[in-house]
């Protein structure tokens, strides 16, 4: 039981470049979320999708788009990136009924020189 | 104005050294009060949650309480494993989303 994989673990990328950022559980959780961490900012909620089929914006959308490919993967795509998108991504997933209780990836550290 | 305030920003302990962290909020209409654990490099890893003012959950050393306002997490005998960043989370009603605070960093000497 691996719980929340991501891939990859680090990137780098110049500015302008596109990527995609892999996500999945196999918990059987209907509802994913993407993070990403900044010091002195703590989490902040990207994307979230709450079943499969549907994904809605968070608190920080711009410069990201996501696609819940099924119930277990849920990927996070960087169109052109920019230095404001450095930052630690996390991968996250929960029950619907109790979607608070998150369980977190090991997390993907980007770079974007 | 931030939605979820931790206090403090850091707290160095002795082994043995018994403490709280705060988290206060001040969103209305809370569904859930949510406490994690944060190890360097590593994701957070959920600990607690807290629906009602009053109510109280244990983990070994920890210890998190709820009031109106505000949430403690306590921690009795620390010891250096219990070294991390402690991060809170509010689930607001009406809201699709959890808020999370900045984390307290919590050290540990032996």
């Known amino acids: 039981n691996a719980g929340v994989t991501q891939t990859p673990k680090f990137q780098v990328l110049k500015t302008g470049q596109s990527m995609t950022l892999q996500c999945a559980q196999d918990?059987?959780?209907?509802?994913m979320y993407w993070y990403r961490q900044d010091p002195g900012m703590g989490l902040r909620l990207i994307y979230y999708s709450a079943s499969e089929g549907t994904t809605d914006k968070g608190e920080v959308p711009n410069g990201y788009n996501v696609s819940r490919l099924n119930k277990r993967e849920f990927s996070l795509r960087l169109e052109s990136a920019a230095p404001s998108q450095t930052s630690v991504y996390f991968c996250?997933?929960?029950?619907?009924?109790?979607?608070?209780?998150?369980?977190f990836g090991p997390g993907t550290r980007l770079t974007v020189t | 104005e931030d939605q979820v305030t931790q206090s403090p920003e850091a707290l160095r302990l002795q082994e043995g050294e018994s403490s709280s962290l705060n988290c206060s909020y001040t969103?209305?209409?809370?569904?859930?009060l949510f406490w994690y654990r944060q190890d360097p490099g590593k994701g957070p890893e959920f600990l607690f949650t807290l629906y009602s003012a009053g109510e109280e959950k244990e983990k070994e050393r920890l210890k998190a309480t709820l009031t109106k306002k505000e949430s403690f997490l306590h921690i009795t005998a620390p010891k250096p494993e219990d070294s991390a960043t402690y991060l809170c989370?509010?689930?607001?009603?009406?809201?699709?989303?959890?808020?999370f605070g900045k984390g307290t960093k919590l050290t540990v000497n032996p």
């Open positions: 989370a509010v689930w607001e009603g009406g809201s699709e989303k959890l808020v």
């Open positions: 918990m059987n959780h209907n509802s």
């Open positions: 969103v209305s209409g809370l569904r859930g």
């Open positions: 996250a997933s929960s029950d619907l009924g109790r979607r608070g209780e998150q369980y």
